[in-house]
């Protein structure tokens, strides 16, 4: 048996980074959260399904760019991909076996998804009976995960990989490089969005539409505006960090790019008190009512305080060129 004492999540609602952040405190080179929100492309952009409302879509989406921008921060992504309705997967779950426990005895951090919800888990250990971990949910003595278990969900996805830690690149670099990722995801960008779903200006459209008509599904509404929020909370957070790691050179840009983005978190976060999450995950619509109309006029802000936020963040990049 082998267990990474102190190795823990970080709790975020975007399970990915939060898993990724708790990794990065393990191993002592942990950024803020902010940076690695921002640093990362994550905290810029939004992903729906075309239904408006799926719970999908912050997590359906091709992240490869996401952990490559990780190299930029400090820190290298490793991993083992599987589909069960793929040929060979018994074997892919045992190359993500042997991976991480490879790694854990080397003391390197593992994340994976799925071990219980589909969310992102941290691998803290592992024993003969399989994966211990620790994540949304995982409070609940669900651990081990047996290993020949992994991914054979309705999902059917399996995904492992080791963090290993390397040398930041310079502040301007990570700033340039995570924003051209977002304004390129946020126009559709089909390296990274898939076809079921919307990406930025399009995806807020979506959402608004499926809200305004009271089709949009309650759990999914209230898991996204939970997500998304966050995400622009700590892009505002990135905004201002890269400001005072940065000085002089972008400052107008980004101030307006802080403003904006200010603003699209406040209407995302009046629509989480609206439809907070742990008071509305149970299946049905919105409905057409005085609040989901209300939810629906905090979106349209939204949107129009993100297309003014883009236009900053294409001067803050101009001003790095």
């Known amino acids: 048996m082998k267990r990474l004492s102190n190795l823990a999540w970080t709790p ?15 191993l002592d080179i942990a950024p ?19 239904d408006g409302s799926c719970p999908s879509g912050p ?8 952990y490559d921008l990780g190299v930029n921060i400090g820190y290298q992504l490793e991993g083992v991909f599987g589909d069960k309705r793929q040929p060979g997967y018994k074997e892919k779950q045992k190359q993500a076996w042997d991976l991480a426990k490879a790694a854990l005895d080397q003391d390197l951090p593992v994340i994976g998804w799925e071990m219980a919800v589909p969310e992102w888990y941290v691998v803290e250990g592992y024993d003969d009976a399989g ?6 949910g995982a409070d609940q003595g669900l651990s081990p995960k047996p290993w020949r278990k992994l991914g054979k969900t309705g999902i059917g996805l399996l995904e492992i990989h080791i963090l290993k830690p390397l040398k930041p690149v310079k502040d301007e670099q990570i700033v340039k490089e995570a924003l051209t990722f977002a304004i390129a995801f946020n126009q559709g ?23 305004s008509s009271g089709k949009a599904a309650l759990m999914g509404h209230a898991y996204n505006a939970a997500v998304w929020e966050e995400c622009r909370s700590y892009a505002v ?26 603003e699209v978190s406040k209407q995302l976060k009046d629509i989480t008190e609206l439809y907070p999450f742990f008071e509305n995950n149970e299946q049905g619509q919105v409905g057409e009512n005085s609040k989901s109309q209300k939810a629906a006029e905090h979106l349209q802000a ?3 305080a993100e297309q003014e936020g883009t236009g900053y963040l294409e001067e803050v990049l101009e001003g790095l060129s």
């Open 12 to 26: 975020t609602w975007t399970s990915l980074v939060g898993c990724i952040h708790g990794c990065l405190k393990y």
């Open 32 to 50: 803020s959260l902010g940076w690695l929100f921002g640093g990362t492309g994550h905290g810029f952009i939004i992903n729906m399904s075309r």
């Open 59 to 66: 997590t359906a989406w091709k992240t490869t760019r996401f």
């Open 131 to 136: 994966y211990y971990y620790n994540g949304p």
């Open 189 to 211: 960008s089909q390296e990274w969005v898939l076809p079921d779903y919307l990406a930025g200006q399009d995806a807020y459209q979506g959402w608004i539409e499926a809200v």
């Open 237 to 262: 957070s990135f905004l201002r960090e890269a400001k005072t790691r940065i000085p002089g050179i972008i400052d107008d840009a980004l101030d307006g790019a802080i403003r904006s983005y200010s």
């Open 302 to 304: 939204a949107k129009k």
